[in-house]
């Protein structure tokens, strides 16, 4: 039977995300590692969204070196290190609209909002371009996710 895909995070299931990796603090993407990876993975994938009506996509990566097992906090939220790796459009729509990148929780002030970071490994590469909108990316990464692992937090505004 296959090992499941582990991960580990700044924070825990049903916890609490830290404030630096909120719109409240430095909005810096987190610290992620993998354990336990299926040999037949190419690629990881990280997706990170808001439990809500609609999910809504605050972080979306692929094509990371499975082999690697980590990327440090804030890593790909600079372009030049983004280097093969995709890097999706988030569905946090402010005036702006979608930004490239992590764009953390960001809950109105009083409320909590649920978010949960999954982990994929993938059995191919995934041939989208950095700037594919969240939900286009998230498709594909669907596809050929072989192994999947999810930490579900809360964030409060």
């Known amino acids: 039977e296959e090992e499941a895909l582990e991960v580990s995070i700044p924070w825990s299931e049903g916890g609490r995300i830290p404030v630096q990796f909120t719109c409240s603090g430095s909005n810096v ?5 993998w354990f336990d ?3 037949e993975a190419v690629g990881i994938a990280i997706v990170m969204y808001e439990i809500g009506v609609e ?3 605050h972080w979306i990566v692929a094509n990371l070196d499975p082999g690697r097992a980590f990327i440090d906090a804030g890593e790909l939220d600079t372009p030049a290190l ?27 002030e009083g409320t909590a909002s649920t978010y949960t970071l999954e982990v994929h490994a993938l059995g191919q590469i995934i041939e989208l371009p950095s700037g594919t909108p969240a939900q286009d990316l998230r498709s594909a990464i669907d596809l050929v996710s072989i192994q999947r692992a999810a ?6 505004g």
């Open 82 to 108: 983004r280097a093969g790796v995709v890097v999706g459009l988030n569905d946090r729509t402010p005036a702006a609209g979608p930004a490239q990148g992590y764009r953390g929780p960001c809950p109105a």
């Open 151 to 156: 930490i579900t937090a809360y964030a409060e």
């Open 37 to 39: 990876v299926t040999p």
């Open 55 to 57: 999910q809504t996509v």
């Open 29 to 33: 993407s987190p610290s992620v590692a």
